[in-house]
């Protein structure tokens, strides 16, 4: 999936709308909403989401559970209906990678994470999104 970066403080507005936000789309749509856990990679991953009630601005976090590694990202849509990725201190490539590979598991179960409410507690160190220019 291609990216652009928008701005050097890791912003990301996806492109091509016909094929690549679609599908980034679709796939985080077929996740639900609260915690669940999933399968990605082969390892096992603990997975919150949250969307707002207008549903423009979609926050994830997961977890590894038997290792070390997170996934976590802001989802926002512009005033001009467009998705602006910001992903937390990673790569938007392993954000999309994450989204469009990880499987959720038909059990739901509570997960008790640090480091997911210290992330809850407080915005990513990238801040909000910024306004956008496009070239």
């Not at 790569?91 to 480091?115: C, H, M, T, W, Y």
């Not at 997911?116 to 990513?124: H, K, L, N, S, V």
């Amino acid at each position: 999936m291609r990216i652009v970066a928008a701005s050097a403080k890791s912003v990301f507005r996806l492109t091509d709308p016909e094929t690549e936000i679609s599908d980034f789309q679709r796939a985080l749509a077929r996740l639900p909403t609260g915690f669940f856990k999933g399968e990605f990679n082969g390892g096992s991953w603990g997975i919150t989401i949250r969307r707002s009630d207008n549903e423009r601005r979609i926050w994830l976090f997961a977890e590894e559970l038997a290792g070390n590694d997170v996934v976590s990202f802001n989802l926002y849509q512009t005033s001009q209906m467009l998705p602006l990725l910001k992903p937390c201190e990673m790569s938007s490539s392993k954000v999309i990678d994450f989204v469009l590979g990880v499987q959720p598991n038909a059990e739901k179960a509570k997960f008790g994470s640090r480091r997911r409410r210290a992330c809850e507690q407080q915005p990513c160190s990238t801040g909000g999104p910024e306004k956008l220019t496009t070239n």
